[in-house]
Structure formats: structure tokens, C-alpha cells
């Protein structure tokens, strides 16, 4: 977390959360997140939340690699503070990022140190064409203004339509995205409420980092991150069938086998692309697989991923344990070998119509099975021998070693649709 001493010249930063309340689209669209604006409170001009070099919300870490060269630089939004978000300047001073708070005056005017403006972008132009250093105490001369890239979006350009659904941090809904040029589109925009932890956002906008990278039929789109107000904003192609998981209770006794093997192999096809982008997705499950409008299954929902080769998670916090292979259990570990696990228990959900792996048994007792008695969940009722055959022998094996991987169980599972033609 940034502290106060992160700062250079931390006098009385702007209170951006307060003096970015004027935003008409988020007031008029997204229930629940509507403050009224306080028309006594100065507030941040137009020109910034246009600015190419804002940044808005982005987590510092995302902040540092951008700034490459002495005097690159860009305004963001952080919070110095608990509950206290200010404007922050980034900028590469003598081979390092520094951080220079904005401070405003009582007559609501803009500075640094001593050179007062009536906007800011007005001050930040004055220290660049005057050659001034932001800070007398440091060589912080503003010379590469540096711009958010292509897919941060502003809020201005979504219009909500109407509800999807509900995740862990906030609202889903269905809105229309307008992409310059004043060309729409429908989008799938996942929303973080205002008061969520520090942690839960830069998860958020991990999520968004890591989709971002993806470009698969089979693997949710994301199209860009509205981080300059709150909600924070992910969107991303509109599934208009919802998750598989509602899908199949809903329909419970009515998809037929051959549907249920496509299911399976479109997921697999998606976590076989992920498998070779190294991403380990970590939450694999029914769940967390969504329906196009032509029911093409997408795999989705990576606020848990990771593109690193193994990694070891000590806080196995809230997390779904029906769905962990035995060496997540024991020790923790998560790699793409226990991806390839989650994926049986999403195959064994799939046949068995959204039922709930482990019926009847708490988590505790299912781990306790899975790891000390080395049980496996039976093959669902009416599932076809080969299926069966794949999860008890080259999925739920003990050593993730010996168990199959992802892209040779795409083929296998290849293999059984085309016998279906
Ligand atoms: N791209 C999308 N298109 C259509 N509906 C969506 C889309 N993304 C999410 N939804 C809907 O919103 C619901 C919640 O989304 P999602 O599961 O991604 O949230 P979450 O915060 O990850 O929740 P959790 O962590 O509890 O799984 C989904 O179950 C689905 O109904």
C-alpha cells in the first residue's frame, strides 16, 4: 500500500473521489453507485479526465515499467491512505519513479510547490514548457508525456442497458460501448463496487491485465478497463446465455450427450490455449464457463489466474475445495497439471447436468476423501464409458506428474466428437 511517505510534497493532496463526482453517465446508469455531486466542492477539470497521459486507478506496480526514461511521466490516481484517494504525478526522476502529490489551494487552484494554476493540466503544461522540476528538492523535470494505452476506456462512452448478474466484487451488466468514431457495441461490463479493499481492485485489475493477453473463441474477450472513477469497469464480450452452470440445472434431463461432449470440448480447446500462454486459471468450474448467444461455451472469470509456472498460495482462502487435485489439498500448490483437474470436475459436472461435485459431503469431508482414501466421485449416471475412462484414468491421477495434460486431453476429447459425425 502507498503511504504518505510515498509522496513527494504530500501537502493536502486533491481528494479526487470527491472531485470527480460529476461524471452524468455513472450517475444516470449503474443503481447503486449514484453519489450526488457537491457543487461547493472545486473539482477536477474536464481536460484531465481527457487527458491522454491520465492513467486514472492503475495500481503501482503497473505504473513503474511505463516509465522508462528521466522525465517520462503520468498523472494516476492513488490512494495515499486509507479512504483517501489523491493525484498523484508519476515521473522518472535520475533512473527512479517518483510520486508528486497534487496540492490544491483554498481558492481551488492547482500547484506542486509554489507555481499556482487554475487547472491541472494547465500546471502540468506550465513545468513541462518552462523546464521547471516539479520538486525543488529533486531534478523532476516533466519531458514524455507517457499515454494510457488503447484499452483504458472512459466511463463516458459506456451507457448501461441492464442487469446480467452479480459477482464477487460487484455488479455484471449489459451495456452499450461507444468506440470513437461513433461506432457501438454491445459489451459485458463486470463492475467493482467503490467500496471494495485495495486488494480485491488490484485483483480486479489483474483480471484485466491477464484477459487482455487472450485471444481465443473459447476464452472470454476483454475489451478494455474504465478505471478513472468508480465502479472500476472491466468490459467484455456479452455472452447472452449466462453460465453454463445455470444452463445446466435449468435444463437438467434435456441436453443430450452430444451437446454435453461439445461443452467439453470447447472448454477444452479454451484451457488448452491458456495451457500454452502458461496461464494457470485456477478457478476452472462450471461456474466460471458463460454461453455465447450461438452457445459457444467461453471460459471466463480469471480473478484467480496467474501466468506464473507453479505457484504456491499459503491463504487457500474462500477458495471452491470441491474443485482443488489432492496437491493443492496438501500442499498447496496450484499449476497447470491442477487446472487440468478442475477441468474433470467441470467434464463431471457438465454429464451430471450442474449437480454439485461431492453431494453430501462438506468440504472437509471431500478433502479428507480425496487425499487420504484416494476416492473419486463415480462417473455420472448415462456419461459414455470414454468419458469415464479419461477422468478415473488420465485426469483425477494422484501425481500431477503422471496426470494428462491439457492439450492432449483436447485431442482425446477431439477424438470422441468426431466419432460422433
Ligand atoms: N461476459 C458476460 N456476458 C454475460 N453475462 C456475464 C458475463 N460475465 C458475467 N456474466 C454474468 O454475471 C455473473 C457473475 O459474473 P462472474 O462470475 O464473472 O463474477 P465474479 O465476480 O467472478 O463472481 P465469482 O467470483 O463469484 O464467480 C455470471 O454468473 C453471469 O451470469
Redesign the pocket.
Known sequence: MASQSDFVSATGGVDVDRSMMNNKSIKSTVAGSQREPQADRPSITGDIRGADYYHGLIPRSDVEPLLKKDGDFLLRKTEAKPGMIVLALSVKVEGKPKHFMINMSENSQFYFESHYEKTIHRLITYHMSKKVSVASSTPAYLKRPIERSPWMINHDSIVIVKK??????GE?FLAEFESGKGRKIEV?V?TMRSEATRDARLKFMKEARLMRKYSHKHV?KILGVAVHEHPLMLT?????N??LLSYLRKNAGKIDLREKLRFCVEASDGLAYLEKKQCIHRDIAA??C?LSSKMELKI??F?MSDDRSIIHDDTLNKVPVKWLAPETLTDKIYSLKSDVWAFGVLIWEIYSDGSEPYKGMSNVQARAKVVSQGYRMPSPAGAPKEIGDLLHQKIWVKNPAERIDMTKCQKKLHEMWEKTK
Not at 446480467?164 to 466484487?169: D, K, N, Q
Not at 467484455?236 to 447472452?240: A, G, I, K, L, R
Open positions: 446480467l448478474g452479480e459477482g464477487a466484487f455484471v459485458a463486470k472470454v467484455m464480450e456479452v455472452c447472452h449466462g453460465a461456474r466460471n458463460l471466463s472469470d480473478g
